[in-house]
């Protein structure tokens, strides 16, 4: 399974890959072009993998007549596999609960953003369990100006604040 995702994983980056050409000459003509291959983003790559890790296909291990474990797909009426697919055989932990055997903690407790609907949004965060609203006091630093030559002041102020918490 390893070798096949790393195999599919270059085949992605493989298919990023792009001609990028640049041309030398008097004014902007175009009298020599030298092109070369420009490898995608980080960003570009990345967002690629995350798709295929979102459709990737569920395999079990058989054991053949020679005994040697195999990879099967585990829904048969699904298309098979691609070479380009990525497989998986094991469900992955349940973040969500506190689990100590598999080093999962949970995100009961967790401070969650309440305007976002990223991975720290408290939608996401909390996994669907909701959240706890508590008021805090915080100092913050406020009323700030610029001293010349390199000194910034600032005044003290205290401020209520809305923090949110997984339930």
Not at 24 to 30: D, E, V
């Amino acid at each position: 399974m390893n070798r096949h995702n790393n195999k599919a994983g270059r085949k992605a980056l493989s298919k990023l890959v792009w001609r990028k050409c640049k041309c030398h000459g008097l004014s902007g003509s175009c009298s020599m072009k030298t092109c070369w291959m420009q490898q995608p983003s980080f960003r570009q790559v990345s967002d690629h993998l995350k798709q295929k890790y979102d459709s990737a296909a569920e395999m079990m291990i058989k054991l053949n007549r020679r005994g040697k474990e195999r990879l099967k797909p585990k829904y048969t009426h699904l298309k098979r596999p691609s070479d380009a697919d990525l497989l998986y055989y094991q469900a992955s932990p349940n973040y969500c609960e506190a689990n100590k055997s598999e080093g999962s903690l949970g995100t009961a407790g967790r401070e969650c953003n309440i305007s976002s609907s990223g991975i720290d949004g408290c939608e996401l965060l909390c996994c669907g369990r909701g959240h706890n609203i508590q008021q805090a006091k915080v100092t913050k630093n406020c009323n700030c100006i610029f001293l010349w030559c390199c000194q910034v002041k600032c005044q003290k102020c205290k401020e209520i604040v809305n923090m949110y918490t997984c339930k």
